[in-house]
């Protein structure tokens, strides 16, 4: 397969060197890419107030579910993508592409029209106080309606990662949030949009970058359309390209139903811990790129070993992955132990003295204090999808859901918002007494069946990676 300045192969080198190399630039658009979120919170917090603020926050859940699923089934489309070109497919390269996008567009349509038409309904549903219901319904569902826009660039996004580009991604998502900065204070102060205008500045930001990621698909990566054949919709490639994106998407959701009822429990403290949680949740969420940056390397550099058929890597890779995770958790639990309460001034417009502070920094704090578990839950999950055992990583979201579930049900009603701050920790202990495991039984399994390069086992690899689905 040709190789080019964009491309990038992550089956030759050092691990750490290929992990750091890659997730250096995915952490700056990830950071970026929540600078979009974190702007509108910030924006809305100073110039339209406590209320608008849990407004927006309100929907955080929900629009984890829905738009979560979307973002996770790209990922998962990418995985097929990545093993075609490790193994240096160009035919399956581009049937998976061609695949993904028709998948794409059909799912984007459909959850467009449903979840915009049914957002009202469902803030209902989750107890959101009845002062802010109109406010977040009208968020909401300019968010969903332009559903088609966030899967454009995510799926754009995921088929160069997939070849080992995450640079390309980064460059969009920096032009785009500083559209997105003068957008929202264009909408809010000068034309009086309210919070609406946050969501249309989140939209046409993310247009942008959506553009110019499949017009850098498009100049650079010319083998995605040298063989038009390969473009026709083909059943085979559509099942396997659906097998790998929809349970990505399905575990996501599962996550945020956890999250739902954990809103929901949230929502009926009242407005106040409405406000903290929002608050903390966008700081430390805006921390935690750097666990989403380092997962998606990981699926990339699982997904390219098993199409070179050498997963014998791929744990020397997940270890990488762990030590710059932690040495970064230990330099986050610091600085928030320091500067916590400043940081969130920027949403609560100074007030770092109030009963909503106080609140919003007991919760960031119990939840920064775990954040090596939650990077193990990011890297060994993607690690496994990467190898191509996405159902098994869907699990793990079961054990997010009913952790989270079990906190809202049977502990915040007695214990009040001092529950609420360990949902997050026990959901992520849970799913890595899951992960763990589940990643050393499926390592030793591809490796028996012929994942790794030793002597005399390349065509038994070819043959027994075929033979479990891959």
Excluded at 44 to 57: C, K, M, P, Q
Excluded at 272 to 285: D, F, I, M, N, S
Excluded at 344 to 363: E, S
């Amino acid at each position: 397969m040709t190789r080019n300045n964009v491309t990038r192969n992550m089956t030759e080198g050092d691990p750490l060197k290929l992990i750091l190399g890659f997730s250096v630039p995915l952490m700056f658009g990830l950071f970026f890419q929540q600078l979009y979120s974190f702007v509108d919170a910030a924006i809305v917090g100073r110039f339209l107030g406590t209320s608008a603020l849990a407004a927006v926050g309100s929907t955080g859940s929900v629009n984890f579910l829905v738009l979560g699923f979307c973002m996770g089934i790209c990922s998962g489309f990418g995985i097929p993508i990545s093993q075609a070109f490790g193994a240096g497919d160009e035919r399956a390269l581009r049937r998976y592409t061609a695949s993904a996008c028709y998948l794409a567009v059909g799912i984007s349509i459909v959850f467009a029209v449903g979840t915009g038409l049914c957002c009202t309904a469902a803030l209902r549903a989750m107890n959101t106080p009845a002062d802010i219901l109109d406010e977040a319904a009208g968020y909401i569902r300019i968010i969903f309606f332009a559903i088609p826009v966030t899967v454009v660039y995510n799926l754009a996004g995921s088929v160069l990662r997939a070849v080992g580009d995450s640079r390309t991604p980064v460059l969009f998502l920096v032009a785009a949030s500083l559209i997105n900065i003068a957008l929202d204070l264009v909408f809010i102060l000068v034309f009086h949009m309210g919070v609406s205008g946050a969501a249309w500045a989140t939209v046409i930001s993310q247009l942008f970058a959506g553009i110019g990621c499949v017009r850098t698909v498009l100049k650079h990566l010319p083998m995605l359309t040298e063989c038009p054949d390969d473009l026709k919709f083909r059943k085979r490639y559509i099942l396997k390209t659906a097998a790998m994106g929809v349970p990505m998407g399905l575990q996501y959701s599962i996550t945020a139903v956890g999250s739902i009822v954990m809103q929901t429990a949230v929502n009926g403290l009242g407005t106040g811990a409405v406000a903290a949680v929002t608050a903390a949740g966008k700081l430390y969420t805006f921390f935690t790129c750097v666990f989403d940056a380092l997962a998606t390397a990981m699926a990339t550099y699982c997904g390219q070993h098993v199409g070179a058929a050498r997963a014998e890597r791929i744990p020397a890779g997940l270890r990488a992955a762990g030590v710059i995770g932690t040495v970064y958790s230990l330099l986050v639990l610091g600085l928030v132990c320091l500067m916590g309460g400043r940081m969130l001034g920027i949403f609560l417009g100074g007030d770092t003295d109030g009963p909503v502070a106080a609140m919003a920094m007991k919760y960031m704090v119990t939840n920064v204090a775990f954040f090596v578990p939650l990077l193990f839950v990011n890297i060994v999950r993607f690690s496994i999808q990467g190898m191509g055992f996405t159902r098994l990583a869907m699990v793990a979201g079961v054990f997010e859901m009913v952790a989270r579930t079990l906190v809202a049900v049977a502990l915040v009603p007695r214990f009040g918002f001092e529950a609420a701050c360990f949902a997050n920790p026990l959901a992520w202990v849970m799913a890595d007494i899951f992960l763990v495991p589940c990643f050393v039984r499926t390592w030793r399994s591809l490796m028996r069946r012929g994942g790794g390069r030793t002597a005399e086992r390349g065509k038994k690899a070819c043959r027994a990676l075929k033979s479990i689905g891959y």
